[in-house]
């Protein structure tokens, strides 16, 4: 079974920096497209950023800029370094894993359970 962790969120001051984490279960996350969504209170999840099997990325114009998705070398985990940080951007991020290709694990989309990201001063 396949399971997505993140880790990472917490409360920053605007104009501030956090970095979240995300991991997928027994997997190198290079094998998916990996992305970040945010639901704010009130509000549908959006798509912030994603970073493709073969490392192109792609962000929102809402976070084009401040935000950078990102793997390490060892193709283990996701990030999502978060600058310039607005109370805009307060909502509950997800990491997502979508696997398009592989047959090692079901295709589909996998979610994690979501890290809390305050912006307030």
């Known amino acids: 079974q396949v399971q997505v962790v993140e880790s990472g969120g917490g409360l920053v001051q605007p104009g501030g920096s956090l970095r979240l984490s995300c991991a997928v279960s027994?997997?190198?996350?290079?094998?998916?497209?990996m992305g970040w969504y945010r639901q704010a209170p009130g509000k549908q999840r959006e798509w912030a950023a994603t970073?493709?099997?073969?490392?192109?990325?792609n962000y929102a114009d809402s976070v084009k800029g401040r935000f950078t998705i990102s793997r390490d070398n060892a193709k283990t985990t996701v990030y999502l370094q978060m600058n310039s940080l607005k109370p805009e951007d307060t909502a509950v991020y997800y990491c997502?894993?979508?696997?398009?290709?592989?047959?090692?694990?079901?295709?589909?989309?996998?979610w994690g359970q979501g890290t809390q990201v305050t912006v307030s001063s």
């Open positions: 027994g997997s190198i996350v290079s094998m998916y497209v």
């Open positions: 997502n894993a979508r696997n398009r290709y592989s047959v090692v694990v079901p295709k589909g989309d996998y």
């Open positions: 970073i493709s099997e073969s490392g192109y990325t």
